[in-house]
Structure formats: C-alpha cells, structure tokens
C-alpha cells in the first residue's frame, strides 16, 4: 500500500523540483517511511544503471566507416564502466539500510517539534476554513450522510458520531489538504465556537493526546487505530480534550 507522499511529492523531491519548504517536509517524512525511502532507493538505482547502459542502434557499415575515417574511435569499456556501477550499487545498499534504520526506530523519530509543525499547518488550515463558505464539503448533522461523503473521498473508514447531547454538535465535513495530503475533516460546533477535527490514516502506533497552541487557537493530536486525529478551535483546551476523549472512547 502507496502512503499519499508517493504519488503527491515523491518523484518531484527525486527530480530536485520542489521548493525547499516542501523539499525539508518531504525529507522529515522520509524519517519514519521505510516505503517511500525504499522507492527513493530504486529510482537512484534505476538512473545509475541507465546513465550506464548503451542505448543505441547500430550505425549501418558505410556510415561507420566514415565517421571511423575522420575520428577516432570512442569505446567505453566494461572494465571502465564498472567503478561507477558498484559506486551506485554501494550507495543505494547503504541508503536502503539506512531507511530500514530509520524504519524500525521510526515512533522516537517523530519529535515533538515535527508534530508542532503539523499542527501549525493545521490551525493554518482550520483558519481558511472559518472564511465564508469554506467551512464544510458536505452540510448535515446526520452521521450517515457525512461519513458516506466522506467514505467515497478518502481510502480508510471514518469515525463519524454526533455528540449534540453533550455540547458537541455534528455539523458536516469536508476534505483538506495536510503536507501534500488529502485529510478528511469533521466539523462540529459547541457553544457557537466550530471546531475541526482533521483525520488521516497512519501506520504509526496509538499515542496519548498531545496539546499545544498558535495564533491564539489551541489543538489535541491522537493516534488511535491506524488514524491520526488533530482537533483545533478558539475553543479552551478542557473543551479539545473532553472531545477527544468523546472521539477516542
């Protein structure tokens, strides 16, 4: 299974095309994806086996012995080509054993100021969303209706329940876009403050929830159950964490 930065940034990272804010997130997220640094992997691979094969078509013999008469001879060899050949071959064992390094101490790796950075751009997200209109995708408290909106929008299954008897009214969803990513988006409302639930799947172990703020907003980030959940809103941050926990039950 493909994670969302194969097809959204992986190739134009390898192709030195991306800005160097997008180039540095791409490379935090090579930290703790064995997958994408394995693919990284095979395309430096694959570019140093064709810069060293021979991909041409024999010269027909009167056009040979013309251009033979004029220069000399120009005929790289086995033996020169294979120096650089184990060269790549080298770098890319060391790059694939540094990527399952990485791998398998992949949760100590997710730090606390990559996980502040996430939710930075999160909040940043959640404050276009609070411009007319933007809010929500789909309009409705009825759980049905949002998770099957969402359900054909994203590749995993959504946790979607109304808490409207508890001050946590459902009021719709939407998608986003996190790092490069598509998320899915719950909105609910308590007291007239919105507040957006951002989820995508992850293949990192639960985690306790973490809190932080910015800009004046405040957020709880959750792994549970192959999902990563991110609430943000004005709202006080006993309020985040008595959803979260209406989430996470």
Same mark, same amino acid.
């Given at each position: ?21 997008? =180039?540095?997130?791409?490379? !935090? ?7 994408? /640094?394995? +693919? $990284? *992997? %095979? ?61 398998? =101490?992949?949760?100590?790796? !997710? ?7 996430? /939710?930075? +751009? $999160? *909040? %940043? ?80 172990? %639960? ?43």
């Amino acid at each position: 299974m493909k994670c969302d930065f194969a097809d959204s940034l992986l190739q134009g990272y390898f192709d030195g095309e991306l800005s160097s804010r997008r =180039a540095a997130e791409f490379e !935090r997220h090579l930290q703790h994806c064995v997958h994408c /640094a394995a +693919e $990284i *992997v %095979d395309l430096d691979f694959l570019r140093g086996r064709l810069q060293l094969t021979q991909l041409y078509a024999a010269a027909p013999a009167p056009l040979w012995r013309k251009i033979h008469a004029h220069l000399r001879p120009i005929a790289p060899t086995l033996a020169a080509s294979q120096p650089l050949f184990w060269q790549w071959l080298a770098a890319a064992v060391a790059l694939l054993f540094f990527a399952i390094v990485l791998w398998k =101490a992949g949760p100590g790796l !997710r730090n606390d100021e990559y996980q502040t950075e996430i /939710a930075g +751009e $999160i *909040v %940043d997200a959640h404050l276009r969303s609070l411009q007319p209109g933007h809010l929500t995708g789909i309009a409705s408290n009825d759980e049905r209706v949002v998770k099957g909106w969402l359900d054909a929008r994203v590749k995993f299954a959504l946790p979607v329940r109304d808490f409207a008897k508890v001050g946590f009214a459902l009021n719709g969803g939407r998608l986003d876009v996190v790092e490069g990513r598509s998320v899915a988006v719950l909105v609910y409302e308590h007291y007239g403050r919105p507040i957006d639930v951002f989820i995508w799947s992850t293949r990192e172990p %639960d985690t306790s929830s973490r809190t932080g703020s910015r800009q004046g907003f405040q957020w709880v980030d959750w792994r549970k159950g192959k999902m990563e959940f991110c609430a943000v809103s004005d709202a006080a941050p006993a309020e985040l964490e008595q959803l979260h926990l209406l989430i996470a039950e």
